[in-house]
């Protein structure tokens, strides 16, 4: 039988201030809670609603996840797990950078997509959403085992670095006329005003995604998450097919 104890602490780590203040964060669903164990995440509890083969969780009803879950319908597992104290490794041959991301499920996607591309660090902004979100994630579908996330003050990280920085920009030029490779640094800022003007002053070379349908019509913008996976393709495409 699930505590009350438990049941109000589960509740409250969908806000960011009991995560920091227990070092906790909730996964839900099989996928991602099993992604997390192998990667050597440590499980502060385990529940269940069945029986698993690998792991041995503790079981408590449909109706107890329902109460606890931080989404609408509930997973038949949940893990409660330790934040871990990740150290920012040194600048890679290609570092993503984040700027005020404030959506989780866009968070979340670029998590995904750069585990997709073999990133193993995403660097964020002070006020980027905490990727311990339940929102986020969920919707790294396992990919927060393998990427870590580091928050720092962004203009003095970047001032820092010896390493072409290219800035997501709408009116940059266009990635397809660019000879970019896999080394630099690409930053991506908020989904509404973009990378943040204090930033611009430090040494880059914007890029844009050139628009396709120009009727009047068209969509403004294209979203963050979608616009990360994009610019990653064209930064990891293979030499022998270079623009």
Known sequence: MLSNKLRKQIQQLKLKKFRKQYNLFVAEGEKVVLDLL???????VLLATKEFASIEPFRI??????????????????????IPNHTI??????????DQIKDPGNLGTIIRTSDWYGLSQIVCSLDCVDCFNPKVVQATMGSIARVKLHYVALES??????????????????????????????????????????LYH???????????????????SLNVAVAAAILLHEFFRPPFIQK
Request: hydrophobic share 30%; charged share 20%; with cysteine.
């Open 38 to 44: 192998s990667a050597e995440f440590i499980p502060e």
């Open 61 to 82: 009803t449909t109706q107890e996840m329902r109460s606890i879950t931080h989404f609408s319908s509930p997973s038949p597992i949940m893990g409660v797990f330790q």
């Open 89 to 98: 490794d040194s600048v890679p041959t290609f570092q993503l950078v984040l």
């Open 157 to 198: 990280y970047l001032k820092k670095i010896d390493k072409p920085i290219y800035f997501a920009d709408m009116n940059g030029g266009s990635i397809n006329e660019s000879k970019c490779t896999p080394e630099g640094v690409l930053v991506l800022g908020n989904e509404s005003h973009g990378i943040s003007e204090s």
């Open 202 to 220: 430090i040494k880059h070379e914007s890029l844009t995604i050139p628009k396709q349908n120009l009727k009047n019509n068209g969509a403004e």
